[in-house]
Every structure is written in structure tokens, then in C-alpha cells.
């Protein structure tokens, strides 16, 4: 009986300290990817009709550079399969751009990271897969 005492406390401190873990990987943004993160809240209106990923990314720049007076960096994982070619058709009216993105990339297998680390901390990346706003999970 001590034995399964023991276990089970064992097992309890290890799932406490999986989820500690995992918490603490999602709040480790630094300044810049939290500012990023902030800027995905920007809401914004959309209006595209077989409109090249460049071409949304560009307007996706621009808008939220006159709502919030600060620059959206984005970079596209070319390399992992996502084409500038891509073309969209999509409309929204004031949603923010974290749904606009959801929304437009569900259809095409993308997704988008918030990048936390290195060269490009604070980027946001366009990537091929479901990831919204980090990425996914391994396990």
C-alpha cells in the first residue's frame, strides 16, 4: 500500500511540474514578440479577391501601421512550403488580425507563429500547418 502512496505522489508532482513547464514556455515572450503579440489584437477590415499572399501581407502591414503607429514584421517559411503565390479571397469588417488570419488560412493549410527568439524576435512568421500564434506542441 505504501508503494502506491508513494507512486501516486510521484506521479502527482511530475504533472504538476509538466504543467509549470508547459505555462512557463508560452510566457516567455520577450519584449518584442509581446509587442507582436499586442499587434494581432489590432482590429482591422479586409476585402480580398484572388489576392497573392504578398499582396494581403503588404495591405496586412499597412493598415496596422496606421491604427498603431508601429511596423508588423512578417516573414514567410518559403523553405517549409508557403508560396507568395498564394492567392485569397476573403472579407472582414473590424475583427482583429489574429481572426482575420485564422480565418483566411484556415482554407489553405497555413498558420502563423509569434517568433521568440534570435534574428527575427518579434517577427511573424506565416507557416504551412494550423499554428496560431505559437508553435505547435511537441510531443
Known amino acids: 500500500m505504501r508503494r502506491y502512496v508513494v507512486a501516486a505522489g510521484l506521479f502527482a508532482a511530475c504533472l504538476a511540474v509538466s504543467a509549470n ?5 508560452e510566457e516567455k515572450d520577450t519584449p518584442k514578440a509581446a509587442a507582436t503579440r499586442k499587434l494581432l489584437k ?3 477590415s479586409v476585402d480580398y479577391k484572388d489576392t497573392t499572399l504578398s499582396d494581403v501581407i503588404d495591405d496586412i502591414k499597412d493598415q496596422i501601421k496606421d ?3 508601429k511596423n508588423l514584421f512578417v516573414l514567410k517559411d518559403n523553405k517549409g512550403g508557403v508560396s507568395n503565390n498564394t492567392k485569397f479571397s476573403y472579407k472582414a469588417d473590424n ?3 489574429e481572426e482575420v488570419l485564422d480565418e483566411m488560412f484556415k482554407k489553405n493549410d497555413m498558420g502563423y507563429v509569434v517568433v521568440t527568439k534570435g534574428t527575427y524576435d518579434g517577427a511573424l512568421m506565416i507557416v504551412k ?3 496560431r500564434g505559437y508553435p505547435p506542441k511537441k510531443e
Do not use: R, V, Y
Open 42 to 44: 489590432t482590429k482591422i
Open 95 to 97: 475583427k482583429t488580425l
Open 67 to 69: 491604427k498603431s503607429k
Open 21 to 25: 513547464l508547459i505555462a512557463a514556455d
Open 129 to 131: 500547418g494550423n499554428a
